[in-house]
């Protein structure tokens, strides 16, 4: 099944099924022209992996960490499937990177990696916008990573047995292929990073893990059309505009 959030014509936000033909609820269906799509869930934070990829490390000349390496975007990063997010004004390099997203389904906090399958609500598609002009000059990476609309999401849930182990992710820019690889050669898999993060956080329904991204990351300019594919989750389409 793959659930989304969506606003209908007459401007109440539903939260309805994703069909191939357009959007469901209760005993209607829309044509997805008619709604807005909204992003899949309302995390009260962003619990993001770097250098989870070793390709993606190596093309940029890092080495992969011995333990998960753990950053945060707010809420104030999130957007959705068909948004123009607005990138940061004046940085040389903007880059994207499309990462599977984790959506947690229930409160947790020490989690034992065997336990952490049934905290999982569903996958979702993510990109990690990254302004790395400022994240090169600092540690926290707030300029970096948390900037308004930096994370993308959407544009459903999709259960855990839609999304195969070893699914395929793929990321277009314009419509050329820039990214491919398939999520198990997470360097930390899923279970892994849901232990590692609720021995020190609290985890909340509706918060999102995004596990890293793989090699092919490039710059970002204004107009780029952005799409974001995984194998059972129906592709994320969003565009980035840079005010002058």
């Known amino acids: 099944?793959?659930?989304?959030?969506?606003?209908?014509?007459?401007?109440?936000?539903?939260?309805?099924?994703?069909?191939?033909?357009?959007?469901?609820?209760?005993?209607r269906e829309y044509d997805r022209s008619e709604v807005d799509v909204l992003p899949p869930c309302e995390p009260s934070k962003i619990v993001c992996i770097g250098r989870n990829y070793a390709d993606h490390a190596a093309e940029r000349?890092?080495?992969v960490p011995d333990r998960p390496l753990l950053f945060l975007k707010p809420p104030n990063a999130v957007a959705g499937h068909g948004d123009t997010v607005e990138l940061p004004a004046g940085k040389d390099r903007i880059e994207y990177e499309a990462e599977l997203g984790v959506v947690i389904g229930t409160q947790c906090r020490n989690v034992d990696p065997e336990d952490a399958v049934g905290m999982i609500a569903g996958y979702t598609c993510g990109v990690d916008l990254s302004n790395r002009d400022d994240q090169s000059r600092e540690k926290n990476w707030v300029r970096g990573k948390a900037f308004d609309g930096a994370a993308p999401l959407g544009p459903v849930v999709a259960s855990p047995a839609e999304v195969p182990p070893d699914a395929r992710i793929r990321l277009w820019q314009n419509g050329d292929l820039r990214q491919d690889s398939t999520?198990?050669?997470?360097?930390?898999?899923?279970?892994?990073?849901?232990?590692?993060?609720?021995?020190?956080?609290?985890?909340?329904?509706?918060?999102?893990?995004?596990t890293g991204t793989p090699e092919g990351v490039g710059p970002l300019a204004d107009g780029d059309e952005i799409a974001v594919e995984i194998e059972?989750?129906?592709?994320?389409?969003?565009?980035?505009?840079i005010p002058e």
């Open 61 to 63: 000349d890092e080495t």
């Open 232 to 241: 059972g989750i129906p592709r994320l389409e969003h565009s980035v505009s």
């Open 1 to 27: 099944m793959h659930h989304l959030r969506f606003r209908d014509p007459a401007g109440a936000v539903r939260e309805g099924t994703w069909t191939d033909d357009g959007v469901a609820f209760a005993d």
């Open 183 to 210: 999520i198990d050669r997470l360097v930390f898999p899923v279970e892994e990073l849901i232990a590692e993060i609720t021995e020190y956080v609290t985890l909340e329904p509706g918060d999102v893990i995004l």
